[in-house]
């Protein structure tokens, strides 16, 4: 019998100092190399990273993490958590759903864990059994959304950031706002920000096209990547999302500009795993950092205001975890099969679904 399972870290059992250990994206072929796994995918989100596996022997977690790591120390290994069989997905259903994530509903993960598909399917690292459980998870993500009121409220973590934003200035429409990152979370962020009125919306990006399609979106204008750190003498609130490996702003970077700021109070919210904003920078005078973790009171206030709606979400969830079990059992036939190289044509896709 093949062993279905996932082995992840996230917002629930560590802190962003962990999970930024393992926020930089490792390959599936480094996992299924490492471990022995028949497939293998990573779902690299700012709250967690997870990796589901299939396999025919059962794979101890210290394997997948030492996969995971970038050295052989194995002393965040308590933080990771393990799910298999029918606990994994109803797990994976859960986080796909919004109803796992640190805003209750946020609909980024969904996204995401596409992403994350496609890139394991079109690697070959993601077979017949991974397929059937991420377009199953699709499918349930969808009637979530589609048959409870779980998005109502702020719903991602960018429109978080922007009521902690609101809750430290109260009228945000004369504060001038940096966003450094022209991602999905940034654009979320930006329109956020634009439905509190806020007009004087800069983007910087290492991409410049990027960010000036950004821009465009929200009225805002792109600044040169080049150039993105001179903005800090005149703006209000900085939000940074991007995926650099090692933090874009520093106190030796930041100290000559603070100079410049006349006394005015420079708040700066880093939602980027790992961090783009080195923690040192909150001991400077007139600088106010919050991380993603900072984030979490504000997504427990709007949590409350869901609540009722999370049931309903966790009984679609488990109509489709039975539906799962019904149809492929204990995961055993499909996962013999080797995964497909270069992913699966459209004929397989297709017949694997009925």
């Not at 052989?72 to 290994?77: H, K, P, Q, S, Y």
């Not at 991409?207 to 204008?221: D, H, K, M, P």
């Not at 609540?307 to 309903?312: C, K, P, S, V």
Request: glycine fraction near 6%; charge should be negative; proline fraction near 3%.
């Amino acid at each position: 019998m093949t062993n279905l399972f996932c082995i992840g870290i996230s917002h629930h059992t560590a802190k962003v100092e962990t999970r930024e250990r393992y926020a930089l994206r490792r390959s599936e072929e480094a996992v299924r190399a490492g471990s022995g796994c028949a497939e293998a995918l990573i779902l690299p989100t700012c709250n967690r990273v997870e990796v589901y596996g299939a396999a025919d022997s059962s794979i101890g977690t210290e394997q997948i993490v030492r996969c995971l790591a970038e050295s052989e120390t194995m002393e965040d290994a308590s933080a990771f958590y393990r799910y298999e069989g029918e606990d994994c997905v109803r797990h994976l259903f859960r986080v796909v759903s919004g109803l796992d994530s640190m805003v209750i509903g946020e609909t980024e993960i969904l996204g995401q864990a596409k992403k994350a598909y496609e890139n394991a399917r079109a690697s070959g690292n993601a077979g017949p059994l991974l397929h059937r459980l991420f377009q199953r998870a699709f499918r349930a993500a969808k009637q979530v959304r589609s048959r409870t009121e779980i998005t109502r409220g702020a719903v991602s973590v960018g429109s978080v950031a922007v009521e902690l934003a609101v809750k430290i200035f109260g009228d945000l429409r004369e504060r001038k706002v940096l966003l450094l990152g022209a991602g999905e979370t940034s654009e979320r962020t930006a329109r956020a920000l634009s439905s509190r009125g806020v007009t004087d919306i800069r983007v910087s990006n290492r991409s410049i096209e990027r960010a000036e399609t950004l821009a465009a979106v929200v009225r805002g204008r792109a600044v040169p990547f080049s150039a993105w750190a001179d903005q800090c003498a005149e703006i209000d609130i900085l939000i940074s999302s991007t995926s650099a490996e090692e933090p874009l702003l520093t106190p030796l970077i930041l100290s000559p500009l603070i100079r410049e700021r006349l006394d005015r109070p420079l708040f700066i919210i880093d939602i980027a795993v790992p961090r783009d904003v080195a923690p040192e920078v909150n001991e400077m005078d007139g600088v106010y950092l919050y991380d993603i973790d900072s984030l979490q009171s504000i997504a427990a206030q709007s949590l409350a205001l869901r609540r009722q709606q999370i049931a309903a979400g966790e009984e679609i969830i488990a109509e489709h975890v039975a539906d799962f079990r019904a149809r492929y059992g204990q995961f055993g036939e499909a996962a013999k099969r080797p995964p497909v190289s270069g992913g699966l044509d459209e004929a397989t896709l297709r017949a694997s679904e009925l």
